[in-house]
């Protein structure tokens, strides 16, 4: 079976510094991969997706970046984290059909 | 782009029957989704509608009307443990069929 690990559950950054979130993906092979955030009080919002291997497409203009290494790794990075970027991270996968999005259990982040 | 409404709130006792609404205008629809979000949590799927119709999954049924671009989502029996966020996402054809999420609606059920 199919599962997604995302990594941490929570974390607190000062303000300006670097941030890494990881996402895994078992079980499945050529996944899209999605970054969503969820502010407090809002819906989800679209970061950035990838269809494959170093294919990353962006939907907002941010201060945030996305990598995708290898086929089931997808990471979301910061060189330098904003006080609006805290927020509820979610990574997810779907095949490529996408007729199901799967989401991983999220990282709650406070930047302070 | 897409533009996705859902009520922001709803309330509803314990063991009654509550409908929540969403409407979509969208090109190229492809399909609709219907998550549960517990608060903290990740959201988990419910449903996914891409004919017309209403489809049924034990106390949860999701119906689809692409001609209006209205979907609902129907909890009957409903139980405590239902308060939870429900979200309406849609996806649409070309590209990556990325879902697109609205807002959800918080829907808070008394005993």
Same mark, same amino acid.
């Given at each position: 079976s199919q599962t997604i690990h995302q990594w941490p559950a929570t974390l607190v950054q000062p303000v300006g510094s670097p941030l890494s979130l990881e996402c895994t993906v078992?079980?499945?092979?050529?996944?899209n991969l999605y970054?969503? $955030? =969820?502010?407090?009080?809002?819906?989800?919002?679209?970061l950035f997706y990838s269809v494959g291997i170093g294919q990353i497409s962006s939907e907002v203009p941010q201060n945030l970046s996305a990598s995708r290494p290898?086929? $089931? =790794?997808f990471i979301l990075s910061s060189k330098k984290l904003l006080l609006s970027d805290s927020g509820f991270y979610l990574c997810a996968w779907s095949t490529r059909l996408n007729t199901e999005a799967f989401f991983g259990q999220g990282t709650r982040?406070?930047?302070? | 782009g897409q533009n996705i409404d859902q009520p922001t709130e709803m309330t509803a006792t314990e063991g009654a029957i509550v409908q929540i609404n969403c409407t979509y205008q969208t090109s190229g629809f492809n399909g609709l989704f219907w998550y549960q979000q517990h608060a903290g949590e990740a959201p988990t799927f419910l449903s996914y509608n891409v004919l017309d119709g209403l489809e049924e999954k034990g106390?949860?049924?999701s119906?689809?009307?692409?001609?209006?671009?209205?979907?609902?989502?129907l909890l009957k029996e409903l139980q405590m443990k239902d308060s939870a966020s429900y979200l309406c996402a849609v996806s649409v054809s070309g590209g990556s069929y990325i879902p697109t999420f609205g807002r959800g609606t918080s829907l808070i059920v008394h005993p």
């Open positions: 078992e079980g499945t092979s050529n996944p970054w969503y $955030r =969820q502010a407090a009080g809002r819906g989800l919002q679209l290898q086929d $089931r =790794q982040l406070t930047v302070v | 106390r949860f049924s119906f689809l009307s692409r001609s209006k671009g209205y979907s609902y989502l």
